[in-house]
């Protein structure tokens, strides 16, 4: 698995530069407030353009600004996580997690036995008919998590996964992450936090934003 990355975007008063290969299967993001690391992730889910560089995965060209080519987020096969989690208020956790299926742009085989492994492994069998607005931290948190992998993406985003959570649910959560990701090996990760901690917990990869 290869990510290669070489982007730059101005953002206001700051500039955003960022190059590199990533051939690991998780990395870490770290870096102050406010220094972009949350619109490098948007940059390399086609959420936000880059003024100029290229971003590839698996050798399939996402981003390439000399040549015109944007591929639009749907098209791009990626899991994203957000930090505000983006689930439905209105739908079950069960239609949270299934959204994908409708997006008619990018049909995808559903793999049932692959989709009842995550929710088992995520510990999520009870609360799929509930509605997302009823969950606790810590269950929106996993009903998120495998929205994002359902579709068995290349890549997968995790913006400060386990933000809001207490000490306890973190740990929890990151245990359950950890679980889960090991047994999707063909999934390459980015994972930002604040916290080295919880970096750590996954891998010693470590990419770091400098002002």
Known sequence: ?????????????????????????????????????????R???GLTT???GRITCQEQ?????????????????????FQDLALFPHLTAQANIEFYR????QPR??????EQQLITELELEAYLTRPVTQLSGGQRQRVALCRALISRPQLLL????????????????IDLTKNVLAKTPGTQVIIV???????????????????
């Open 109 to 114: 085989q559903v793999d049932t036995e692959f």
């Open 61 to 81: 060209v996402w981003f390439d600004a000399a040549q015109k080519i944007n591929l639009p987020p749907k098209t791009r096969r990626l899991g994203f996580m």
């Open 1 to 41: 698995m290869t990510l290669a990355i070489a982007i730059h975007k101005q953002m206001n008063a700051r500039q955003l530069n960022f190059t590199a290969t990533l051939t690991e299967q998780i990395y870490g993001l770290m870096g102050p407030s406010g220094v972009g690391k949350t619109t490098l992730l």
């Open 102 to 105: 409708r997006l008619k742009a």
């Open 193 to 211: 936090s604040h916290r080295r901690d919880e970096i750590t917990a996954f891998t010693d990869n470590i990419l770091a934003l400098e002002r």
């Open 158 to 173: 995790l913006d400060e996964p386990f933000t809001g959570l207490d000490d306890q649910l973190r740990q929890r959560a």
């Open 50 to 52: 880059a003024e100029t």
């Open 43 to 45: 940059i390399i889910a």
